[in-house]
């Protein structure tokens, strides 16, 4: 029976989770309240006992965390999460913080210190972090993701259920980081990005696709989606440009870029078809960012001489978290110009029917017969 209850509660507190964005609005230390039993420890190998301040005596031996979790009421938590702010690249005394989160409950925190060597860091050990059940003296590994704890990742542990009111509830997640010079890379996962470029009729209220056609004086909005999909991972000095049609023409293919300093170069496009042959023109201030969920006006980024950044120096940031909330929405707007064609007023051609030929030829012919009778005379 003991056995049914430690692989029921894992499977349903550990190891069905997804990964989904965490937001933490506000805090509470562990120790102010009683929904959640909740403490983060740290020891050194070898050592028998967990403190929540420790001083590391020998930098050969790996620091083990572990995080202690029992919801001592009879409700069931759901949509919870854990999530580890790993201290990671700091030196001397050091923080590690771990948040549990819920529907039910507001979201908690535990801290534990570490203080280092001088010129020492913390790197966390691959494929460490695993979880205990009640009187589980095994464990079950949670598998890491890009190269780092599940619980490291930005948007930590997903778990479907905190269930509570009993000691076989109880769980223990433990990870081992080791010891190492601060001179020693911090292994990081690396970057991948995706993108795509959609556009929108807002007049004809078409919704952002991958093509549209448009009518004379119709505004479009396109949109630029740029996301790093390596959780774990930081894409640097992101550059997004837009190669905005100028010729005129009936099919437009727009093409947006999307560079980075440790990614490889990434293109999407949309289309814009017309009836006639005409441009698109870009409205001048309309060139905006947004960020995940962003329900606002997004920021401006503000034109030079007339043009949207996008089309020159591009829009720019200086990184990019892997993970959905990090990721970014680029937008900006044209209008669909006809050119005008021109009517010049009809212009009065000289007379060239057959009497005028007939006269002038009558004009070249009579003088000279004129003459050549006057010389006969004189003869």
């Known amino acids: 029976m003991r056995n049914i209850y430690k692989a029921a509660s894992i499977s349903l507190f550990s190891l069905a989770f997804l990964l989904g964005s965490v937001a933490v609005p506000f805090l509470s230390n562990a120790d102010a309240g009683t929904e959640i039993d909740f403490i983060k420890q740290v020891k050194q190998e070898g050592q028998t006992s967990y403190v929540q301040d420790l001083t590391v005596t020998d930098s050969s031996k790996p620091v083990i965390f572990r995080i202690y979790v029992l919801n001592p009421t009879t409700n069931i938590y759901t949509n919870g999460s854990l999530r580890d702010e790993f201290p990671f690249d700091q030196t001397g005394r050091v923080r590690n913080r771990a948040i549990v989160d819920a529907e039910q409950i507001q979201a908690v925190f535990s801290d534990a210190h570490v203080n280092l060597p001088a010129g020492k860091k913390l790197i966390y050990r691959a494929n460490s972090t695993r979880v205990y059940g009640y009187q589980d003296s095994v464990g079950t590994s949670i598998p890491d993701v890009n190269g780092q704890s599940a619980l490291i990742t930005p948007q930590g542990l997903r778990i479907n259920q905190i269930r509570g009111g009993s000691d076989q509830y109880k769980h223990w997640y433990v990870f081992f980081a080791d ?17 795509k470029k959609e556009v929108n009729n807002l007049t004809a209220n078409s919704g952002f696709v991958s093509s549209v056609s448009a009518a004379k004086g119709d505004v479009l909005e396109y949109r630029i989606w740029v996301h790093n999909k390596v959780v774990g991972s930081t894409a640097q000095n992101l550059v997004v440009k837009d190669e905005l049609p100028v010729a005129e023409g009936q099919t437009f293919v727009n093409k947006a870029i999307v560079s980075g300093s440790n990614f490889t170069t990434i293109s999407s496009t949309a289309n814009v078809n017309t009836a006639f042959v005409g441009r698109l023109e870009y409205v001048p201030n309309t060139t905006r960012v947004f960020g995940h969920a962003d329900n606002s006006e997004g920021s401006l980024v503000a034109d030079v001489s007339g043009k949207s950044k996008l089309f020159t120096t591009g829009v720019k940031f200086d ?14 707007r044209v209008k669909v110009i006809k050119p005008e064609v021109k009517e010049f007023p009809p212009q009065e051609l000289p007379n060239t029917g ?3 030929g007939l006269f002038a030829l009558l004009g070249s012919v009579v003088p000279a017969g004129f003459i050549l009778k006057k010389f006969r005379t004189k003869i």
């Open 179 to 195: 010891i190492v010079n601060t001179s020693v890379p911090t292994p990081k996962p690396a970057p991948s990005m995706e993108m």
């Open 319 to 332: 990184e990019m978290k892997g993970c959905f909330e990090f990721e970014k929405f680029v937008t900006f």
């Open 354 to 356: 057959p009497s005028a």
